[in-house]
């Protein structure tokens, strides 16, 4: 196992458009996280899966979005009705229990 | 709730100059963890460091050390002799113990620039 993964890495989509990320964490960890990032700016926290159970989510995440974790394994973070706003780097990290968060590469996100 | 600042928006040194990156951070927890980031132009957030609240040693690993004062609420981050590769934003972070989540709060990240 050689890390968190997230596909794509760059995404383009015009505005109003759905667009749907995947992140596989590390096999063993049970806990995950998605992160955004805005230029300029640290991650912020979007949202927590332990298993498959999603624990907390941010005011940051509004109805647009949505977040999944079937059977515990791989996530998925979907965006609907996509605007400009929504243009930035969605960071996906996983952990076992609380020890250290391993992160993955982020995908890219550009609403035109 | 929990705040990380890091005041320093971007530092630029030339080669083997010693370079020190602050952070500070407020929290009302007395169990917390903070942490570095080094964040290359590839957007990978590579882990560096991890310290508890409980642990004031400060930690040396090779070119990098970290001094942490909780007096001062204060985990600052020290590169020695510093290399181009260490060209990169850092973050400082902060996690508690809140509801089982123990979220990452990030500050806004130093741009460090090593020049030759």
């Known amino acids: 196992d050689t890390g968190v993964s997230q596909d794509p890495r760059h995404k383009i989509t015009k505005r109003g458009q759905n667009v749907t990320f995947r992140c596989d964490p590390i096999?063993?960890?049970?806990?995950l996280y998605w992160y955004r990032q805005t230029l300029g700016q640290g991650p912020e926290f979007l949202t927590y899966?332990?298993?498959?159970?999603?624990?907390?989510k941010s005011r940051l995440l509004s109805d647009r979005f949505s977040a999944e974790r079937p059977k515990g394994s791989f996530s998925t973070l979907e965006i609907q009705r996509t605007e400009q706003g929504d243009s930035a780097m969605y960071l996906c990290?996983?952990?076992?229990?609380?020890?250290?968060?391993?992160f993955g590469s982020g995908t890219r996100l550009t609403v035109v | 709730a929990q705040k990380v600042t890091q005041a320093q928006t971007e530092i630029s040194v030339v080669e083997k100059e010693d370079v020190t990156l602050d952070c500070v951070y407020e929290?009302?927890?007395?169990?917390?963890?903070l942490f570095w980031y080094k964040q290359p132009p590839s957007g990978e957030l590579v882990f560096l460091i991890r310290?508890?609240?409980?642990?004031?040693q400060n930690e040396i690993s090779g070119r990098y050390s970290w001094n942490f004062q909780k007096s001062t609420s204060s985990f600052n981050f020290t590169i020695t002799a510093s290399q181009v590769v260490d060209s990169a934003v850092y973050f400082c972070?902060?996690?508690?113990?809140?509801?089982?989540?123990?979220?990452?709060?990030f500050g806004t990240g130093t741009r460090l620039q090593v020049t030759l």
């Open positions: 972070a902060l996690s508690v113990q809140d509801g089982t989540a123990s979220k990452l709060t």
């Open positions: 899966f332990q298993n498959e159970a999603q624990l907390e």
């Open positions: 929290t009302r927890d007395t169990t917390y963890y």
């Open positions: 310290r508890n609240s409980f642990d004031e």
């Open positions: 990290a996983s952990s076992l229990l609380a020890a250290g968060y391993t």
């Open positions: 096999s063993e960890h049970n806990r």
